[in-house]
T-cell receptor, first 118, second 111 residues
Framework: GAVVSQHPSWVICKSGTSVKIECRSLDFQATTMFWYRQFPKQSLMLMATSNEGSKATYEQGVEKDKFLINHASLTLSTLTVTSAHPEDSSFYIC??????????????FGDGTRLSIL | GQQVMQIPQYQHVQEGEDFTTYCNSSTTLSNIQWYKQRPGGHPVFLIQLVKSGEVKKQKRLTFQFGEAKKNSSLHITATQTTDVGTYFCAGIDSGTYKYIFGTGTRLKVLA
């Protein structure tokens, strides 16, 4: 149980393109979803937290107009990287969890999306 | 600011040797969770500790939550090549309720 599907797994696109990444909880309802960015051999950097039906809460230094998050249902959250540039190239990974922001339920991670902007 | 540091950053061990990673928070945590990320994979939840001084075991893995709820450890007995990966601790800060991931410890096991 607790499977999270993330799509696409790999994107290569030109600078200026907007890229949408989907994160779906397949067998449970995810009240809260998280979006992380991970640089090679480094830890996960939390970008934003989204609760279903609410606006996402962005971490300090993360541009909300650059990284648009939508969590319209209990099983789907999307991250759109708008007008992507080479410096946005990274590994983006989502996670889903039952319970709202202060819940201590474990997070279940998707397989991640490797984004390369040329 | 808030930090959760893990030491060591990297560890190479011979298969069969023991391994320990330590997780240290600058603030009190309401819980501690441990995750394992295999190379090229995503983090997978291992265990959660909530009580001060709690110790839990999963086969060769022993997890401990410190008395002050600011540190934790993961000990692997007799490592195997399947233990290769990065181990992350994570927890919720008791004051701010922010969820923080540790810096991770990368383990390599040499056969």
């Amino acid at each position: 149980g607790a499977v999270v599907s993330q799509h696409p797994s790999w994107v290569i696109c030109k600078s200026g393109t907007s890229v949408k990444i989907e994160c779906r909880s397949l067998d449970f309802q995810a009240t809260t979803m998280f979006w992380y960015r991970q640089f090679p051999k480094q830890s996960l950097m939390l970008m934003a937290t989204s609760n279903e039906g609410s606006k996402a809460t962005y971490e300090q230094g993360v541009e909300k107009d650059k990284f648009l998050i939508n969590h319209a249902s209990l099983t789907l959250s999307t991250l759109t990287v708008t007008s992507a540039h080479p410096e946005d190239s990274s590994f983006y990974i989502c996670s889903a969890r039952v319970g709202r922001s202060y819940s201590n339920q474990p997070q279940h991670f998707g397989d991640g999306t490797r984004l390369s902007i040329l | 600011g808030q930090q959760v540091m893990q030491i060591p950053q990297y560890q190479h061990v011979q298969e069969g040797e023991d391994f320990t990673t330590y997780c240290n928070s600058s603030t009190t945590l309401s819980n501690i969770q441990w995750y394992k990320q295999r190379p090229g994979g995503h983090p997978v939840f291992l265990i959660q500790l909530v009580k001060s001084g709690e110790v839990k075991k999963q086969k060769r893995l022993t997890f401990q939550f410190g008395e002050a709820k600011k540190n934790s450890s993961l000990h692997i007995t007799a490592t195997q090549t399947t233990d290769v990966g990065t181990y992350f601790c994570a927890g919720i800060d008791s004051g701010t309720y922010k969820y923080i991931f540790g810096t991770g410890t990368r383990l390599k096991v040499l056969a």
